[in-house]
């Protein structure tokens, strides 16, 4: 096996606890190495830090799989998935659709496997995890013996790592539930690995605020916040978004829930849409903004800033007094302090205030 030796003190961080290898970090790479095979990471004395696959093409050429000597086998996806399961047995988090491994967090980074009822959806995010898919689909055998397994790559991801990204499709939809709610999930069609699985808990609080209201699904996807929010009792919802595909997904979440009276469905661009709401004076008790990610770099934080800003802003002058806002970044660049500070920061909230948008209520964002 190769080993990557890092420069002095770049083991500081991995000591920590943080996982992740950057190019800039490493001193040298000795031994015969292969693209996407588990290399040993040491520090700039040789001493052992851990073992991860090496990824040659990506800026984060490695990250830690493993920090004890152990090898990087099948036994080793074995243990991380159990235990994955095991935590989320406890924690009460298993459900008709949940995300039963999550990358870094089950240490099994560039691995995350959500499941939809009986089929465990694979998406590998590293070219070490894509060589060694074959491993995750035995490990996950025995875990779910009468499921069925999808593979389901990010294209993105696979283009920074350099793999193929495969890409099943199952010919059949699933109905999974959430909450409250019912929904179609075509796997292999729709966005993600079929369903937003990390605003799950979003969506069902999102439900519990909504009766009686006039919601804005802007971003909506297949709808899901407009479905809880429609099967809460809320008087109306009207969905935003850019793409026909979510929207035909929605309609039928819509349909399914039997709520699809009370919602109206808009295909274009948000940021107009919420921009022609405002010039026709609509308003509403709640609005959700759930936008894909602004930026996914550094080097456009700024940019993205100030498209959070746009957004936020014509959504908080949508709001009716007493009005609710519940809004969403999942742009890596964008701390949470920044975006907390460009949404409560002086101008959104003063501008409002000079719309006599009423009491801003914070709690469900
Ligand atoms: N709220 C959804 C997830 C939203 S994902 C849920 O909980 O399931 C973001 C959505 O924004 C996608 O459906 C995408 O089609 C849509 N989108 C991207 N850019 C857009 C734009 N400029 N205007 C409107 N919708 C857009």
């Known amino acids: 096996m190769a080993t990557l030796i890092l420069k002095r003190g770049a083991e500081r961080r991995i000591r920590a606890g943080h996982p992740w290898i ?13 693209a996407g095979a588990a290399v040993d990471v040491t520090d700039s004395a040789g001493r052992f830090l851990g073992r991860g696959f090496y990824s040659p093409r990506a800026t984060l050429v490695c990250r830690l799989l493993t920090r004890v000597d152990e090898p990087v086998d099948v036994a080793l996806f074995q243990k991380r998935l159990a235990a994955a399961r095991e935590y989320r047995r406890a924690a009460g988090l298993v459900s008709a659709a949940y995300r039963l491994c999550w990358s870094e967090a089950d240490g099994l980074p560039g691995l995350v496997v959500d499941r939809y009822g009986p089929v465990s959806v694979v998406q590998c995010l590293t070219l070490g995890m894509a060589r060694t898919a074959e491993w995750v689909r035995d490990a ?5 013996p009468d499921g069925e397994i999808l593979r389901l790559d990010d294209p993105t ?11 099943e499709a199952r010919p059949a939809e699933l109905i999974v539930e959430e909450g409250a709610g019912r929904f179609a999930v075509s796997l292999g069609a729709g966005h993600k690995t079929g369903l937003y699985l990390d605003q799950r808990e979003n969506r069902v609080l999102v439900g519990s605020l909504a009766r009686g209201r006039r919601m804005l699904d802007a971003f909506c996807y297949a709808g899901g916040f407009a479905c809880h929010a429609l099967l809460a009792g809320a008087a109306s919802a009207l969905l935003l978004d850019s793409s026909a595909d979510a929207l035909a997904q929605a309609r039928r979440n819509l349909g399914l829930n039997g709520v699809e009276e009370r919602a109206t469905l808009r295909e274009g661009n948000a940021f107009d849409g919420l921009r022609e709401l405002q010039a026709r004076g609509e308003r509403f008790g709640l609005v959700i903004l759930d936008p894909p990610p602004f930026t996914r770099h550094k080097s456009a934080v700024e940019a993205a800033a100030r498209g959070y800003k746009e957004i936020n802003l014509r959504a908080l002058r949508l709001l009716e007094p007493g009005g609710l806002l519940a809004t969403f970044s999942c742009s890596g660049g964008v701390s949470q302090e920044l975006f907390q500070s460009i949404v409560a920061g002086g101008d959104c909230i003063e501008d409002a205030h000079v719309l006599r948008a009423g009491p801003v209520d914070w709690t469900g964002a």
Do not use: H, N, Q, T
């Open 157 to 167: 991801a696979a283009r920074i790592e350099g793999f193929d990204p495969v890409r």
């Open 22 to 34: 950057y190019r800039g970090e490493v001193a040298d790479l000795k031994g015969s190495w292969s």
């Open 140 to 144: 996950l055998g025995p875990l779910f």
